[in-house]
Nanobody
Framework: QVQLIEIGGGAVQSGGSLSLSCVASGGSLGRYSMAWFRQAPGKEREFVAGSTWHGIVQYADFAKGRFTVSLDDAQDRLSLQMNTLNTDDTATYYC????????????????WGRGTQVTVSS
């Protein structure tokens, strides 16, 4: 059974940077699309950024220009570099995988990670 494991996260001051990684264990996710979602307290889970297995990336509007996502398909590793963080970025960040990008955008996720907390203080 494939499991997604998020690495990174933590606490940072506004304007700072954090890096997240997600790795697949227990099996291979070759040619899967992968993405980051986040959920803040009292809010719905939302798409952050993601990549198809062949490297086409997409960002939520709030992430454009600040976040960079990359997928190493051979290593089953999804990374997210987050810069210029602000308090609105405080949330639990989840790694997700699905066989197609359409599934990702339709929130038809096949695998979810357990999440990692990102806290941005002012």
């Amino acid at each position: 059974q494939v499991q997604l494991i998020e690495i990174g996260g933590g606490a940072v001051q506004s304007g700072g940077s954090l890096s997240l990684s997600c790795v697949a264990s227990g099996g291979s996710l070759g040619r899967y699309s992968m993405a980051w979602f986040r959920q803040a307290p009292g809010k719905e889970r939302e798409f952050v950024a993601g990549s198809t297995w062949h490297g086409i990336v997409q960002y939520a509007d709030f992430a454009k220009g600040r976040f960079t996502v990359s997928l190493d398909d051979a290593q089953d590793r999804l990374s997210l570099q987050m810069n210029t963080l602000n308090t609105d970025d405080t949330a639990t960040y989840y790694c997700a995988a699905a066989h197609t990008w359409a599934q990702i955008r339709a929130n038809e996720i096949e695998y979810w990670g357990r999440g990692t907390q990102v806290t941005v203080s002012s």
